[in-house]
């Protein structure tokens, strides 16, 4: 493969698009930023941000599982992202510290079947640091399919939530003196949460889901205090950073899961100081 | 003859096994200003959640507006318990307020509505006027998180009234103000209480900054309940036998009472 950056931005366009792969990355990836970026925002709000780490972190020995007994992995990062969100959701309240020790558990214990499942399957290391850090290669046409489908049902599902959402995570007492059905909206948030860890996985890998989910939100909270503002503006970073970061891949050696990072981190840092320099 | 805003008729309510309290007959009338007091413990929010129909009493009856409990929460301002807001809670005091008018409403608001539709435009003048009533419209478009204490307090205030309630029940709204705080609220809610004709029912940690503003007190103790006009009710002898400590009461030259070794009282209302 020989490409190279050569600054003429409608022929570095085309060498982008010249690859089927990279036409299906980058399609990939924009279904992923739209979801994360407006899912990541609400989760943000709601400080649920060690949740997301987990569910994310679920999804990899999910995916190595799958994998091994010769599945899609996309099926094991959506199947146990999801039944991972569910357990959460019905795991007794309280956010005590108890809690977060037990999910801290769980966590490393998920990366431990992760890697287990990778050595049984052999031949397949590669495919560790794909599932951990992500790759632009190899995207299938089908999971482009299933992650449009997810991502659709769970942009839908996000505003048919809508108020109640807002109203849940800024205010669960007087939502739930409301009539809101507060336990059941956060249940169905963290479905969502674990549909936008899984789809993310899948671009990012694993462990830099963050640089999607996080990262983009609080850029956008740094800025802005309405919440509609907020969730437009948290799409659109994710949108650029993941654009910027295939594109960077594309064009250099080191992966993508580096780069989508590193953008959305130096936008953060830019949103902080424009804070600092305004306030 | 109007029926009171809350009826509690010999009620009973128990907790994890244990009574909260006992047999509590009380009348809330309608408009009119009245605190929850009492020692830590009591059940003081107990009583405003079993108001709201989210705890049944195990005996005896309650009905509010009227109606039997639960029945009538869309009538019913709430304002739970809580801390402040964190600083970095990315929503303004416009939005909050905002939620209480259509925040169990289901979907997103239509882009725009407030500009194109009669009904959007309605309910962006119900939220405006609101926030005028409490006096928040010098920062209610700001972060709710950087609004002070009593800022917070004012703009919760209106998310509670924004649905014009008859009822409105108040969980210890003054507790993280300062003084000078803890009484212009409690004048507001003497204002709206008057002007709007609502009934209030708030929760106190302490009587003395909200005593001048109140139409009647209701004390919780020792598993019952006890109600009166503040100069009634608040006499030495009642309240050392509702605390079961020795309390003095004060007046002062112009008539005002002032309650002294309340074992919850601030230290700031003084010692002797």
């Given amino acids: 493969m020989d490409v190279h950056l050569s600054w003429n931005l409608v022929n570095d366009l085309r060498q982008l698009l010249e690859f089927h792969f ?258 | 003859m109007t029926t009171p805003a809350v009826h509690l008729d010999h009620a009973t309510v128990t907790r994890g096994g244990r009574t909260i309290w006992s047999d509590v007959s009380v009348q809330i009338p309608r408009g009119e200003f009245v605190a929850v007091l009492g020692p830590n413990g009591v059940g003081k929010s107990t009583l405003l959640q079993v108001v709201l129909g989210l705890l049944p009493v195990t005996s005896g009856r309650v009905e509010v507006l009227g109606q039997p409990v639960g029945r009538a929460n869309k009538r019913i301002g709430y304002l739970p318990q809580r801390r402040a807001f964190d600083p970095a809670t990315p929503v303004r005091g416009v939005d909050v307020v905002r939620l209480g008018l259509d925040g169990d409403r289901w979907g997103i608001p239509v882009p725009f509505a407030g500009r194109f539709t009669e009904s959007g435009r309605a309910r962006n003048a119900r939220v405006r006027e609101v926030i005028e009533l409490v006096g928040a419209s010098g920062y209610a478009e700001r972060p709710i998180g950087q609004c002070s204490g009593g800022e917070q307090q004012r703009l919760l205030i209106a998310q509670a009234l924004v649905r014009e309630p008859e009822l409105l029940l108040l969980d210890e709204p003054l507790d993280s103000l300062d003084v000078t705080n803890q009484a212009s609220v409690s004048g507001l809610i003497q204002q709206v209480c008057r002007s709007l004709d609502v009934a209030v029912m708030l929760v106190a940690h302490d009587v003395n900054p909200i005593l001048p503003y109140l139409d009647q007190v209701l004390y919780l103790a020792h598993g019952g309940a006890l109600m009166g006009p503040p100069i009634e009710v608040i006499t030495a002898d009642t309240l050392s036998m509702l605390y079961g400590t020795a309390i003095d009461v004060l007046q002062d030259r112009t008539g005002r009472l002032v309650v002294v070794g309340q074992p919850d009282a601030t230290a700031a209302h003084g010692h002797h």
Avoid at chain 1, 50 to 79: E, Q
Avoid at chain 1, 97 to 110: E, K, L, N, W
Avoid at chain 1, 242 to 256: D, K, Q, V
């Fill in chain 1, 22 to 279: 990279m036409v299906n990355a980058l399609r990939a990836g924009t279904i992923v930023a739209i979801v994360a970026g407006a899912i990541g925002y609400v989760m943000v709000i709601r400080r649920q941000s060690f949740a997301g780490h987990t569910l994310a972190l679920v999804g990899f020995p999910g995916a190595a599982g799958a994998v091994w007994l010769g599945l899609d992995a996309s099926i094991g990062f959506f199947g146990f992202c999801i039944a991972a969100a569910v357990l959460l959701g019905l795991a007794p309240a309280g956010g005590s510290g108890q809690q977060s020790a037990a999910i801290g558990i769980v966590q490393s214990f998920g990366l431990a079947c992760g890697l287990l499942f990778v050595s049984l399957y052999h031949g397949f290391l590669s495919g560790l640091n794909n599932l951990l850090f992500g790759t632009i290669v190899g995207v299938t046409d089908r999971q482009v399919l299933v992650l449009l489908i997810a991502g659709v049902v769970a942009l839908v599902a996000l505003a048919a939530l809508g108020r109640p959402l807002l109203f849940t995570s800024i205010d669960e007492a007087a939502a739930r003196s409301r009539g809101v059905p507060t336990r059941l909206v956060g249940i169905a948030f963290l479905v969502l949460l674990g549909v936008a860890a899984a789809g993310a996985s899948q671009v990012t890998g694993s462990l830099l889901v963050f640089s999607l989910l996080v990262a983009p939100a609080a850029t956008a909270v740094r800025l802005t205090a309405r919440p509609v503002v907020g969730l437009v503006l948290s799409v659109a970073i994710a949108l650029v950073v993941t654009w910027l970061g295939e594109s960077a891949a594309y064009f250099s050696s080191y992966p993508i899961g580096f780069w989508v990072t590193t953008f959305a981190f130096g936008l953060f840092l830019l949103a902080n100081g424009y804070r600092a320099v305004v306030k």
